[in-house]
């Protein structure tokens, strides 16, 4: 195959997986706590073997490839609920989440009470408090949850919600829209929570769709340089096919 379909090809392949990252953003754009992500890019040149006895020696080729993405940590924005089991994050702490498969981390807040007064994550999955998960009966009323985490009822302390943080965030593997594992979470210090409030989602639609837009022009205008040098390929061929000896 021709170097510059190869080289178009994975400008096209690229740019395909970026789309599906700004798609993925758009859908989750009123998903609670969801951070938005964005593709990364390196470029790989071509050939790795060396043939220097040449005259002009190798002709290196730059490819694209996408080795990766990351995550907008940035806080978004606060959407009051009045809901007492509803909980905001104000600055950079995770809420720690119990799985089947370990300890997640999340910045969902949107709690509520299950069948058997626990507090759970809006799928249903135990909220970890820093004695465990939270569990109320039905005499705890008038629930109160303070700045710091701690978790009040009309019986007395609960609790107080376990929250923690990372030393470099991008190192935490996404699981699902709005989960994340990592490891060595280190008690979150420089926080506080605000009680019936929720973090919305920190996808700017604008700024989503505009790269959308970039990502469609791109893609046609490589497909529209495959197509030319397709075309030039097939003249060639043509012409040295009608060369008589």
Do not use: C
Request: glycine share 10%; charged share 25%.
């Amino acid at each position: 195959m021709e170097n510059s379909l190869l080289i178009g090809l994975s400008r096209q392949t690229a740019l395909r997986n970026q789309l599906n990252v700004v798609a993925n953003n758009l859908a989750n754009m009123n998903t609670t706590g969801f951070k938005a992500q964005r593709l990364l890019f390196e470029e790989y040149l071509m050939p790795v073997a060396e043939a220097s006895s040449f005259v002009d020696g190798d002709q290196d080729f730059s490819y694209v490839v996408d080795y990766g993405a990351s995550s907008n940590f940035e806080a978004g924005s606060i959407s009051l609920t009045e809901n007492a089991f509803d909980v905001a994050v104000e600055g950079e702490g995770f809420f720690v989440i119990d799985t089947p498969d370990g300890e997640r981390f999340t910045r969902n807040g949107a709690f509520h009470l299950d069948s058997t007064g626990q507090m759970v994550t809006a799928d249903g999955r135990p909220v970890l408090g820093e004695g465990g998960p939270l569990v109320f009966t039905a005499e705890d009323t008038d629930v109160t949850i303070a700045e710091d985490g701690t978790v009040s009822t009309a019986l007395g302390v609960k609790g107080r919600l376990r929250m923690v943080e990372f030393e470099n965030p991008q190192m935490l593997t996404r699981i699902g829209d709005n989960l994340f594992a990592g490891e060595n979470p280190q008690p979150a210090e420089r926080i506080r929570v605000l009680q019936g409030a929720v973090e919305k989602s920190n996808v700017s639609g604008v700024i989503e769709v505009t790269r959308m837009i970039e990502i469609t022009r791109h893609y046609t205008a490589v497909s529209k340089m495959i197509n030319e040098g397709d075309e030039l390929l097939r003249k060639a061929i043509e012409r040295l096919g009608s060369v008589t000896a």
